[in-house]
């Protein structure tokens, strides 16, 4: 596709090509987003453990699950119909799309355009609507719940993305997410750093009512009436249950690198340092979540649109500070 | 003007949502207190040099704003036991957004405004602007006597930081006793909140329009 287009970009820094090269970079890119979701999961997992004070699952535990699900044979309900089916499927694949619009830390992402955010937001917006139709095909009454509950908090979560990436290219002047992320924001206009913090924080409540962690949806529950997305997901088994929870871990790997280039955009300028960089600072964005889920309890559903509208201020009040 | 001043003031815009959004009126004081105390140090950051009279005055503002009020508001909740503002004329949405329109409008036409032109770099315009919008906002939607007391201190808070254009100009002894002024104003609305929660059992504002013996 456009890989080859954007050799340019990838040729900003200039020894990146010469080290690595740009298939090079686009497999550790793709490599990356293969293998690591998982590991965000077990990072959250032993950070909740730690301050709960247990051991907690292994760190690996979600790739065993993983495995152990892919394994699995399959049930499918006789009521339901291919769009059950397809929910799993797309929710992974426009993960997977999604992830490839992203640079990963300095390294500019595999597929970049002009206008890719717009693609990138509804990205997830299709994989949304295909979980919450097979959530409904189903014909659970729960079900249909959780898809309602989901839809209705999403799109109050969409724009406040929208805004912060209103801000980014503002900020940037550019309109791809690989410009719009290349760290090389104006530090010396007055606005930008408290613009940049705005972003930043708006960006974090996104990302937590998008992979349904805890002050909005808590991935753990057991109670089918106050559960969001795992409600919706119930009816899964087997490898397509295993595709809903790789995808989410992509999802929630994605909207991490977008955060962390907006609130650490460092680079060592040196390929292997950068790509270490990266992996460290998802890491990093892990146990921050990981420490918000143990120091804070779910908000009462009530709660949650005021929080999200919240959101969308923070990141619209960046947007004004930059037009003054 | 100090490179500090704007991403304080940015804080000061912030703690004016959270005040809009909050329904405990533990959280509103406490985000009050917090702004009263950032407003001293804004004092501190607008003079530039740390002489006598600014850290004086700064720690007169931190000491009254942040920590004295909130004190005595924090006693009269205690006192009249009530925890939160239940039913607001406006909801919380609703005047989360009015107040975002509010700061937005004075962001923008900040400029426009016929006042001297040396800081007009700076948000402590709109800032103030804003601020004295969320204010009137929240002394006209809420019903309880005790959450328009926080209106107005977000209201003084506002004037206040219009006032930090004017450093200069005005007297140390004005603004002491400006400072004076609401620490007595907050103090007979202290009292005045005892005495209606004794009278009527309630202080919600709108039990005052009806008759009693």
Not at chain 1, 289 to 309: D, N, Q
Not at chain 2, 150 to 174: K, Q, R
Request: some cysteine; overall charge neutral; charged content about 10%.
């Amino acid at each position: 596709m456009a890989v080859a287009t954007d050799a340019a970009i990838f040729c900003r820094s200039g020894q990146n090509l010469s080290e690595v090269g740009v298939m090079g970079q686009v497999f550790i890119h793709i490599f990356i987003l293969l293998v690591m979701p998982p590991l965000l999961l077990g990072v959250i997992g032993k950070t909740k453990a730690l301050f709960g004070g247990r051991n907690g699952p292994p760190l690996l535990q979600a790739y065993y699950d993983l495995i152990k699900l892919f394994q699995k044979g399959s049930v499918f309900s006789t009521t339901t119909t291919w769009v059950f089916r397809a929910g799993p499927v797309v929710g992974l694949g426009t993960a997977l799309l999604a992830g490839m619009l992203i640079p990963f830390g300095e390294h500019s992402a595999p597929v970049s355009f002009a206008g890719d955010m717009i693609l990138f937001a509804y990205l997830f917006a299709l994989g949304r609507f295909f979980t919450a139709s097979a959530a409904m095909d189903t014909g659970s009454a729960f079900e249909g719940m959780g898809a309602a509950r989901e839809v209705t908090f999403s799109c109050l979560a969409e724009p406040a993305l929208f805004f912060c990436f209103l801000v980014l290219a503002k900020l940037s002047g550019s309109l791809s997410l690989t410009g719009m992320l290349d760290g090389a924001f104006p530090f010396g206009v007055g606005a930008t750093v408290p613009a940049l913090v705005l972003v930043g924080a708006s960006l974090f409540i996104v990302l937590l009512v998008e992979n349904s962690r805890i002050p909005f949806d808590d991935p753990n529950t057991h109670l089918e009436l106050t559960m969001i997305h795992e409600v919706m997901v119930l009816d899964h088994s087997g490898p397509a249950l295993g595709m809903i929870q790789y995808g989410a871990a992509m999802k929630l790997f994605v909207m991490g690198s977008v955060l962390l280039r907006v609130v650490a955009p460092f680079t060592f300028g040196n390929t292997w340092a950068d790509w270490g960089l990266f992996v460290a600072g998802i890491l990093v964005i892990a146990v921050v979540i990981g420490v918000v889920e143990s120091m804070m309890a779910r908000f009462k559903m009530i709660l949650v649109p005021t929080v999200l509208v919240a959101a969308c201020l923070l990141s619209a009040f960046g947007v004004i500070l930059l037009l003054r | 003007m100090n490179r500090f001043v704007d991403p304080v003031l940015i804080f000061v815009l912030l703690l004016n949502f959270v005040v809009l959004g909050a329904s405990r009126i533990r959280t509103m004081i406490q985000a009050v207190a917090v702004q009263g105390a950032l407003l001293g140090i804004l004092i501190m950051l607008a003079h530039g040099s740390f002489m006598f009279i600014g850290v004086m005055m700064a720690l007169v503002a931190i000491l009254l704003k942040g920590i004295l009020i909130p004190h005595m508001l924090f006693r009269a909740i205690r006192d009249v036991a009530i925890r939160r503002e239940v039913d607001p004329l406006v909801g919380f949405i609703a005047s989360l957004f009015l107040g975002a329109g509010g700061t937005g409008l004075a962001v923008l036409f900040s400029r426009t405004l016929p006042i001297i032109h040396a800081d007009t770099g700076t948000l402590i315009v709109p800032a103030a602007v804003s601020t004295v919008i969320t204010g009137f906002l929240i002394l006209t939607t809420r019903r309880k006597a005790i959450t328009q007391v926080v209106g107005y201190l977000i209201l003084e808070n506002g004037i206040f930081v219009f006032g930090l254009l004017l450093m200069d100009a005005i007297p140390l002894l004005v603004e002491l006793g400006v400072l004076l002024d609401l620490f007595v104003a907050i103090f007979v609305m202290g009292i005045i909140i005892h005495k209606i929660n004794k009278e009527f059992s309630s202080v919600n504002t709108h039990m005052l329009s009806e008759l009693k013996e």
